[in-house]
């Protein structure tokens, strides 16, 4: 193997002989051949010219560049070595003209032609390594089919062309554009549209297709995804646009079609403008940091330069987790960690009183319905009095805007988990009637995310991988889905949009059946449905509903200014809230379901519990009047 300081050596000498031909050349040519009367004026002429190539290259590092991968910044160096050249040399040969005969148009000729041997030196290497990829090791060529001509699947070309030891040559594209088709890119055909795929994958003898449209809804990479099926080749994918943060297409990139690309929907069209606006060079508190939808919103808010972001949560693992990732992404980000539990009201007062937050986005919840019903004093207390002491603190410490995370299982809950989402909601009005001007508390209500922990896909992902069977509630089961990253670019979005004691629900587009879901998730593991993989049902657990909704039946929405977020037309709060609060908190310290049944009807009048979950479950107290202490609530 050759050293890489010899490898430099050898390309630095090279590129001197390229410059010591084009500098003879250049008299050849411009004297017509007839070198004898100019012989000793070339001779000096050398003796200058080589010299000054050899720094000139030193100097805009020509020397230094990586043949391989020869580009047009490694040719504008040369060009700028070039221009120097002439302009130096023109300059001596006119002020000297009186003691040495050069003529003039020789350092002219001499730096066009050293343009073109050492750029020429250059591609004709990259050309060789592109088509014959010098590798120690064998290599077994894939012939890949590009899906989508746009810039992503351009971009991908050209890294498969520069890196021929990947194994994966592409052959050509297919393009729903019919303005594309019968055309080449990059000397590769385009072939027509995406349907003709199994057709082509037969003609050209394709090994492998290569789905690259990052920013195409769902439904066309199912489709794609079916073609290739049919044709019995596997198929790869590029990631979406929210994953491509540098924005830089490599090799690396190409990965498995997962489910979160059949769910795709159109990038989120985001006001940047207004985000950065409430979170420029502010301090950022984010409850349950730790969680998916808490991580995510650390991750996002860090990209709008904000003065602090404090992480608070309760579970020190997870906040570990995050705390290493922002250490090895966000090393310049400012933050801080905090353990903590919110339904601890001293130590979350002084969190407010030490970090002083303009703004909180509150995701810190307990999520899990069945869990939820067998410990639905829990719910209260985290859910329900958590935000209660937050929002208490926010507007005691004058935050600007608090963002609280909700759910579509607050409407018209049939659950524990549902009723005491729904209350927050109304905890959070509550503050915002009481809100000073210039604050603002919102409640942001979406559906199911794709990928949060303990969510039905990684649960479907780990059957699978035990080889089943996969277990799904009801063949009927309908859910509404989103990507994580979606959903809080929305959140986000709706936090920037000042609307005080607004509920804002996001556009989900359409419920998605869980059946569905794990046959895609069976198909995409490389197996069939109820012949590779068996699908049982096991019944709706306690608190589930068959659909959810995004709204109840007299709130209704109207539009904001954007296309995906939209508010609830929110009915008054219940009379006397304070004493429905105080009887359901009074209820849950005594572990008395039915009473809390009651006190929840009162609250959520289009509740309807459907649990028969065990009540011994819940620790009883010992007299009427104890139990945990108000810092619960």
Not at 337 to 357: E, G
Not at 363 to 377: G, I, R, S, W, Y
Not at 411 to 420: C, H, K, R, T
Request: net charge neutral; aromatic share 8%.
């Amino acid at each position: 193997m050759i050293k890489a300081k010899h490898l430099l050596t050898a390309k630095f000498l090279l590129d001197i002989f390229l410059g010591l031909t084009a500098s003879f050349l250049a008299f050849w040519l411009r004297l017509g051949g007839d070198l004898s009367v100019f012989q000793e004026s070339m001779r000096i002429y050398l003796l200058v010219s080589l010299p000054l190539k050899a720094i000139l290259m030193n100097q805009f590092r020509v020397n230094k560049q990586f043949w391989r991968y020869s580009s047009i910044q490694d040719l504008m160096g040369i060009m700028k070595l070039c221009g120097i050249f002439i302009l130096f040399q023109s300059t001596l040969i006119f002020l000297m003209h009186t003691f040495i005969r050069i003529p003039r148009s020789v350092p002219t000729i001499d730096g066009l032609l050293t343009l073109f041997f050492m750029g020429f030196a250059r591609l004709a290497w990259r050309l060789y390594h592109e088509k014959t990829g010098l590798s120690p090791f064998p290599r077994i060529t894939r012939r890949v089919l590009v899906v989508g001509a746009g810039e992503a699947g351009t971009m991908m070309s050209k890294e498969m062309m520069k890196h021929p030891e990947s194994g994966m040559i592409p052959i050509g594209f297919l393009d729903d554009d019919s303005t594309k088709h019968h055309i080449n890119i990059l000397g590769l055909p385009i072939f027509g549209e995406l349907t003709i795929l199994p057709q082509v994958v037969k003609d050209e003898d394709v090994s492998e297709v290569l789905i690259a449209m990052p920013s195409v809804p769902g439904e066309v990479t199912r489709n794609v995804m079916d073609l290739a099926r049919k044709a019995h080749v596997p198929f790869r994918t590029m990631p979406g646009l929210h994953e491509l943060v540098s924005g830089k297409v490599t090799i690396s990139n190409i990965r498995k079609v997962e489910v979160e690309d059949l769910l795709r929907r159109e990038p989120v069209d985001l006001h940047l403008e207004e985000i950065a606006d409430y979170l420029d060079n502010k301090t950022i508190l984010i409850t349950g940091a730790g969680g998916s939808i808490g991580s995510e919103l650390v991750r996002q808010v860090l990209k709008f330069n904000p003065r602090l972001v404090v992480l608070l949560g309760r579970g020190e693992n997870s906040l570990f987790q995050v705390e290493n990732q922002l250490k090895r992404d966000y090393h310049k980000a400012d933050y801080k960690v905090v353990i903590s539990d919110v339904r601890l009201m001293d130590k979350t007062r002084r969190v407010f009183q030490s970090y002083r937050p303009q703004v909180v986005f509150h995701a810190a919840a307990h999520k899990h319905v069945p869990l939820m019903e067998n410990n639905p004093d829990e719910a209260i207390f985290n859910n329900i009095g958590g935000t209660n002491n937050l929002v208490q603190c926010a507007l005691e410490s004058g935050v600007e805007r608090f963002v609280n995370i909700s759910t579509d299982k607050a409407v018209n809950p049939s659950s524990i988990m549902g009723a005491s989402k729904r209350v927050a909601e109304m905890v959070v009005r509550r503050g915002a009637e009481r809100a000073s001007a210039g604050q603002a508390f919102i409640s942001v209500r979406f559906g199911n995310v794709l990928g949060s922990r303990g969510s039905v896909v990684p649960m479907f992902k780990e059957q699978i991988q035990r080889g089943g069977p996969v277990t799904v509630t009801h063949p009927e089961m309908q859910r509404y889905f989103m990507t994580i990253p979606e959903a809080v670019q929305l959140v986000l979005q709706a936090g920037g949009m000042n609307g005080n004691g607004t509920v804002y629900v996001l556009d989900m587009g359409k419920p998605i059946k869980i059946l569905d879901l794990a046959k895609d998730l069976i198909r995409l593991s490389g197996f069939e449905p109820s012949v590779d993989i068996d699908i049982v049902y096991s019944g709706i657990r306690p608190g589930e509903k068959l659909f959810e909704e995004l709204l109840t039946a007299e709130e209704g929405t109207l539009a904001t200014k954007h296309d995906k977020i939209f508010f609830a037309k929110n009915p008054n709060l219940p009379d006397h809230l304070e004493d429905h609060l105080e009887d359901l908190f009074a209820s849950a310290h005594r572990g008395d379901r039915a009473a809390i049944y009651r006190a929840f009807e009162k609250l959520v009048p289009h509740c309807r519990f459907n649990s028969t979950s065990d009540i011994s479950m819940i620790p009883k107290a010992t007299s009427a009047g104890s139990g945990p202490s108000v810092e619960r609530y």
